[in-house]
């Protein structure tokens, strides 16, 4: 029997100690002491410094001697090196803040200590908040396209893989296509499938004024459960969404552009009747839900919806998990606070790409705000919009809601 391999990569500036995102939180509460089962590989966000990561080293010796961590079962990766020198090393976290610097190191690393440990018949489990659930989408692609190479190959063929990946979109005329075959020919990848994708809010703006785009984001057939909590009341442009579903170009077969992103009738068909997909939107500002802002009010019920979805597809909790799970619910409604200040207001005034769901290159333009988000909502799943009961009923959209740990029945 396979066991569960969960991949964890946190939000920009978001690491283990000071304001826990969910990512963290969820290191909590899941099972780390039994590798033949589940096995775990944490990765701090961009931006974040060493001693975060000592931090977390610490927590982890800890338990270590209590046995409620298994050093096999719990792998740290290296925090970003940004050099000793201060001027430098400030500018390239400033860089990694702003702008996403960082992104193919991250990716690397997953990538790279999952093919060392991955086995036939493990189900793959990818949490991320933020800029975090964007590095595991851009992996999960990366697997779709190019495979997993052995573990003695995985830091070469990375290169070469990533380099091809980047370069596929756009790709009018579908050239790549045959190039992301070859290689898997050529290198014999393995075919690595995500059991569980689970998301806090993934952002649009990884690159900042010319955000990253990479094929795959959106759709991916070798995904089988997506779970994303969304923010309702984000107000900042550059914190816009990047939902889960088609592109433009997949849905009309006579697109002639992006034809790279375009799937075959057979993956179209796969995530149609197969892919078990839901987007939720819970109240709150984008750190209300990811959790990065000490307000537990919002961030401890996007968590626990996120936690019994993902224990309903084999995640093993340990007791603490168990026991978050069952405690009741508050019934009082989370207090949100706006995130749009006016140091936001004149950043989000700076012109700047934002991706849209036609698989092009988008324009420049000028945002105002993420406000009213529900009624931008042109990429929804089958035209359904999902809301978590915690939200007031009055800030309902006359469409359908969920319960906290598991699904309803829609109601129209």
Known sequence: MGRNIILCSDGTCNAFGGKHSNVAKLLQLIKLNAPEKQIVIYDQGIGTKKSEFERIKEWKDKLLHTG??????????????????????????????????????????????????????????????????????????????????????????????????????????????????????????????VEFLGLWDTVKSYGGICPVMLPHLRHNPSVSCVRHALALDEERGWFDVTQWGWLDSDREDTCKKAAVTRLDPADRNIISSHQDVEEVWFAGTHSDIGGDNNNRDTSDIALRWMLGEARDKGLLLDRTGECFLSLPVSRERPVVQSSRSFGWKIIDSIPRRTIDNSGEWPELIRTRGAAKRLQKLTQTRDNKILVHESVPICRRPPLSHVSQTKRLPIKE
């Open 68 to 193: 409620e961590v298994h050093n096999d079962a719990f792998y740290l990766l290296q925090p970003p090196d940004y050099g000793h020198f201060f001027p430098i090393s400030t500018c390239k976290r400033i860089r990694a803040i702003a702008f996403g610097d960082g992104l193919d190191v991250n990716v690397k690393q997953l990538y790279t200590k999952l093919a060392e440990i991955y086995e036939t018949g493990d189900k793959l489990f990818f949490f991320g908040f933020s800029r975090g659930a964007f590095t595991v989408r851009a992996l999960a692609g990366l697997l779709w396209r190019y495979g997993l190479p052995d573990k003695c190959q995985a830091d070469k063929l990375f290169n070469e893989g990533w380099k091809l990946f980047r370069d596929e979109f756009p790709d009018e005329k579908g050239e790549n296509r045959n190039k992301a075959l070859e290689f898997r020919n050529n290198y014999d990848t393995r075919d690595c499938h």
